[in-house]
T-cell receptor, first 115, second 113 residues
């Protein structure tokens, strides 16, 4: 049972345009969400996170939006750059602030930004 | 500034062989994790250690054992490798037990023939 789903395995965008990566979850208990970025032959690196008390979090060119009623979050990259080409993983957890809760990862979306 | 270091980077085993994947972090983190990544499956937690001296099973622990040797080191052992264990293995650490951001190593590509 895939609790965190990234239904688009790949996405191609032109440099300078907006990239929108989507993630859906099924567990209504999830209250903390993260995006990780992974380059080939490297481990994932943390990109941005959001808790369920917010519906938006920005960090430079990256913005994550959370729609709790739809159990959906998205990552916007504006403007997209060729160096953003990577695999992006969505991850979720519950019990924010109350102790250890294991992250559940999605299957990833491969983003290709062409010049 | 090494972060999380995994060895080896690549390994080929025959079915039934054993091996240990090594992981060390130099960030004074309390919690350490082992994940595997398979095509179409995302990252799945094998085992974790919330703090030195403790280990717990994750989502897919069968066929694996772990040892938290000290605060820095967390090893993953395959006692009798099977083709189903062909995967990319990632070690990660975090400041403390919890869901805050993980720092990952660069991975071990393991093939079991």
């Amino acid at each position: 049972d895939q609790q965190v789903k990234q239904n688009s395995p790949s996405l191609s965008v032109q440099e300078g345009r907006i990239s929108i990566l989507n993630c859906d979850y099924t567990n209504s208990m999830f209250d903390y969400f993260l995006w990780y970025k992974k380059y080939p032959a490297e481990g994932p690196t943390f990109l941005i996170s959001i808790s369920s008390i917010k519906d938006k979090n920005e960090d430079g060119r990256f913005t994550v939006f959370l729609n709790k009623s739809a159990k959906h979050l998205s990552l916007h990259i504006v403007p997209s750059q060729p160096g953003d080409s990577a695999v992006y993983f969505c991850a979720a957890s519950h019990g924010w602030g109350t102790g250890f809760q294991k992250l559940v990862f999605g299957t990833g979306t491969r983003l290709l930004v062409s010049p | 500034n090494a972060g999380v270091t995994q060895t080896p980077k690549f390994q080929v085993l025959k079915t039934g062989q054993s091996m240990t994947l090594q992981c060390a972090q130099d960030m004074n983190h309390n919690s350490m994790y082992w994940y595997r990544q398979d095509p179409g499956m995302g990252l799945r937690l094998i085992y974790y250690s919330a703090s030195e001296g403790t280990t717990d099973k994750g989502e897919v622990p069968n066929g694996y054992n772990v040892s938290r040797l000290n605060k820095r080191e967390f090893s993953l052992r395959l006692e009798s490798a099977a083709p189903s264990q062909t995967s990319v293995y990632f070690c990660a650490s975090s400041v403390q037990k919890g869901f805050e951001k993980l720092f990952f190593g660069s991975g071990t590509q393991l093939s079991v023939l």
